[in-house]
C-alpha cells in the first residue's frame, strides 16, 4: 500500500507564493508520474502540473508560467512550488502518484490541502 502525505497549504494575498509539498511512503519499487490536481468549491477536480520519473513536465494553460513542478526521486516527493498566485487559484490541491508497488502498480491519491489566495 502506497500513502501520500501533502503539506504546505495555507493562507495567500494575491501575488503571494507557496510551495506544496507531497511524500509518497510504502511498498514502492519505482514511481512514474507524480502530479498535482486542484478542485474548487462547485467545480470538477483539474490537472494543474505533471512530472514523470525522466523529467518531462506539463501544466495547465491558466498556471505554466506561474507555477513549477519537480521532484526528488531518491525521497519519493513532488514539489509544486506557486508563484503570482490568484484568488481563481483557490481549491484544495491533490497530490496523485501512479507506479508499481512490491505486488502490483498503483494510483495513490493524497488527502488534499487547503489554499487560498485572499486579501
Known amino acids: 500500500q502506497v500513502q501520500l502525505v501533502e503539506s504546505g497549504g495555507g493562507l495567500v494575498q494575491p501575488g503571494g507564493s507557496l510551495r506544496l509539498s507531497c511524500a509518497a511512503s510504502g511498498s514502492i519499487i519505482s514511481i512514474d508520474t507524480m502530479a498535482w490536481y486542484r478542485q474548487a468549491p462547485g467545480k470538477q477536480r483539474e490537472s494543474v502540473a505533471a512530472?514523470?520519473?525522466?523529467?518531462?513536465?506539463n501544466y495547465a494553460s491558466s498556471v505554466k508560467g506561474r507555477f513549477t513542478i519537480s521532484r526528488d526521486n531518491a525521497k519519493n516527493t513532488v514539489y509544486l512550488q506557486m508563484n503570482s498566485l490568484k484568488p481563481e487559484d483557490t481549491a484544495v490541491y491533490y497530490c496523485h502518484a501512479g507506479g508499481y508497488g512490491r505486488e502490483m502498480p498503483f494510483q495513490a491519491w493524497g488527502q488534499g490541502t487547503q489554499v487560498t489566495v485572499s486579501s
Open positions: 512530472t514523470t520519473s525522466s523529467g518531462s513536465t
